[in-house]
């Protein structure tokens, strides 16, 4: 059969419909992963509303814990969380700064200023979660020291998960720096992990009274 | 309308619709169903375990066992968020909450195929602790089958195993104490009057569990 392709179509074959839009995962555009990691290039207002989202999250935590007793407790509670946060921001991880500056680590103010909104975004994500149950065991369960257990196995669990993120951060960038920088680093980040730890939870154990169960 | 061809592919495709709750996939008749599949499973379940004591404490377990797994699940659906984030898993809430969902009603379902099973032990006068062990290898296996839905949620990456373990140790603890304030389900031998709820108090299931122990121990 012999099949002769016209030269010159008289009407022009309708056009491909455009290609569908490449499929967005929809792990990398969620707030959450907006929140947590970001974009590198951003300045400190971005990092300054990073730490403000996590103290905001947090601050739900400390109101869900200050129901057990209602009231001024809830508010004082709420300013309670929040501020074991702030003071390692603002006074462990300045002094850390001069440590690394000390080891001579190639992080800058803002590396160390970004790594430490991540931890706290981490942390301020757990308890931000975790409020809807804290809230379910302080308001129904009778005894003190499960709240307390409840109350600081769940800020220990958030403190190790921003433990986790900070360390990993810094970790990162001290990689590829001299094994002298190395070698301070693997002294300090634990030393000063610890530090952070003992820190926070004494501003929790004065602001917290309700996990304390001294009234 | 139940779409009992999804329910099937819970039980026996658990990776595909997880993948589907993943992938943000037509998750609202997933949420809808699986909603049903808690509700149903759940009612049917606590009806069979009221049926021990009989009367009253029939409708009040079927009616309390469901909103003990609904309420579980939407007190636990913001952890799960928080910590699938923390561990690598920034998903959208939906995402999380659809997976929650879908793991309750695998939960459930299995429930609904255990209830036959515990209605003919209490039938055939099975004692007490009997119905009750009866009735926690039930709840085991069936927590089992939502872990299983949960793990091929969860994919492959760093973190999967703590995130695993922080789900399942964060859903024992909220789903035994709202369990607890909702009690009870069974009743207790010798018990006359029934109530909806319980006005003993005796702590929370923490205490007992430890005051068990301690009595246990030799």
Known sequence: MNVHPHPMPAIAPPEAPPPAPPRVESASHTWTEELLRGEASVGWAAEGRRLALAIGLSLLFGAAIGLRHGGAAIFTHALGVPAGILAVCLLAVPAFSIVLALANAPIDAFALGRATTRAAAHAGLVLGGLAPAAALFVVTVEDTITVTIMGFGALLLAGAIAARSFSREIGERVAGASPRTRALAAICVPAFLVFATVLSLRVFWITLPILTGVQ | MIDVALLNRILRNPAEVARECRDDVDVAPIARNALFAIAAGAALFGGVVGAWHGGPQIAFAALKMPLVMLGTLILCAPAFYGVAAAFGRAWSFRTVASLALVAGARFSLVLLAAAPALWLTIDLGAPYHAIKLAAAVAYGLAGLAALSLLVRGLGDGPGKHTTIALF??????????????????????????IALFTNE???????????????LAP
Do not use: H, N
């Not at chain 2, 399942?168 to 006359?192: C, D, E, N």
């Not at chain 2, 108090?201 to 009595?215: D, N």
């Open chain 2, 201 to 215: 108090r005796e702590g929370g299931v923490a205490v007992q569990l430890l005051k068990s122990v301690r009595e």
């Open chain 2, 168 to 193: 399942v140790s964060i859903f024992l603890m909220v789903g035994g104490q709202s369990a607890w304030i909702l009690r009870p389900y069974l009743g207790t031998p010798g018990q006359k009057d």
